[in-house]
């Protein structure tokens, strides 16, 4: 009963380095979406995936892209990663709405210094 | 511009009394609310929800009020147990079929219930 799974748990980048987070659901849900969290800021909607193979800018897609080849999957990248990038990021999926329960991984630690 | 606002950071309540957390939103559009719950280095965990039709939702020790006309709703724990210490975020969302369950999140309210 796996949920949302995200990988790496943790990473620690240099500035201008790239990489990728990857989340997984087995839950069959159409929609898929990633945050993230600071402090003081609550968590905010960056891309989001309404099915497989589209994508759609949230409130804080700069920085960042993303992509759903397969249902169950949705990455999260970074071309060149700043310090401002240095955050919580939580990937989530979710039933079509009406429903508007959102499921969340563990989250994702990642440092750029 | 924070359209979802818990502006109490923490709140410290003892066990076995009521605890109140609170949330204030500023879109009008916005017509399913819904509380989510965090422990350190885990996901944020579904509470309790409510749909802008009614004015309270009950689930065990859990209510959540809305009051539209203030743009205002409440969480309610009723009694606390040290195991409800945690971060409570207020969430919101649009009309479904153009919101595509996109949530817009508090900044979170650190809830510590002292035995």
């Known amino acids: 009963n796996a949920g949302v799974t995200q990988t790496p748990k943790f990473r620690v980048l240099k500035t201008g380095q790239s990489m990728t987070l990857l989340c997984a659901q087995d839950m069959n849900h159409e929609y898929m979406y990633w945050y993230r969290q600071d402090p003081g800021m609550g968590l905010r909607l960056i891309h989001y995936s309404v099915g497989e193979g589209t994508t759609a800018k949230g409130e804080v897609p700069d920085g960042y892209n993303v992509s759903r080849l397969k249902k169950q999957n949705f990455l999260l990248g970074l071309e060149s990663a700043a310090p401002s990038q240095t955050s919580v990021y939580f990937c989530?999926?979710?039933?079509?709405?009406?429903?508007?329960?959102?499921?969340f991984g563990e989250g994702s630690r990642l440092t750029v210094l | 511009d924070q359209q979802v606002k818990q502006n109490s950071p923490s709140l410290s309540v003892q066990e076995g009394r009521i605890s109140i957390l609170n949330c204030d939103y500023t879109?009008?559009?916005?017509?399913?609310f819904l509380w989510y719950k965090k422990y350190p280095a885990e996901g944020p965990t579904f509470l309790i929800s409510?749909?802008?039709?009614?004015d309270k939702n009950e689930d065990g020790r859990f209510t959540v009020f809305l009051n539209k006309s203030a743009k205002h709703l409440s969480l309610h724990i009723v009694p606390s147990q040290p195991g409800d210490s945690a971060v409570y975020f207020c969430a919101a969302s649009g009309a479904g079929g153009t919101s595509y369950g996109k949530l817009t999140f508090g900044q979170g309210t650190i809830l510590t219930v002292h035995p």
């Open positions: 409510i749909s802008s039709i009614k």
């Open positions: 879109n009008s559009m916005f017509d399913y």
């Open positions: 989530a999926s979710s039933r079509r709405p009406p429903f508007g329960e959102l499921f």
